[in-house]
């Protein structure tokens, strides 16, 4: 895999350089490196991020299967790694692939209440 190759697939599926550095359990710096060509992707890296990918597109094939008018996505990042194991991003990204198919609504899960607003106000 090139580095090149790397970064158009993390992108591609929704994944920050945090959210790929927290997955392989390496540094951002390593990552970094990869993406510039400076150090090589390790064989089991590229294979690590294919499945990746193959459970992304599994993912959206599932969405597309469901056919349903509404798709729901994870607001915040800590729901989403705790019940997934994936960030947030990942979800909404699969979800756009989706909607281009099949325009359905893409919303934020019910479940997951939105932060309270910050009010200047309140302080004084």
Known sequence: MT??????????????????TRLLSVSRSIVQKWEAGASP?????????????????????????????EILVYRRDLESWADTGLPARWHSQAAA???????????????VAAAPAHDPMAAL
Do not use: N, W
């Open 3 to 20: 580095p090149a190759e790397f970064r158009a697939v993390r992108e591609s599926i929704g994944l920050s350089i945090e959210a790929i």
């Open 41 to 69: 992707i390790p064989a089991g890296v590229a294979d690590a991020l294919t499945v990746l990918e193959s459970r992304f597109y599994d993912q959206v094939e599932k969405l597309l299967d469901e056919s349903a008018p």
């Open 97 to 111: 692939q989706a909607r281009a198919t099949t325009h359905a609504t893409i919303s934020y899960r019910p479940d």
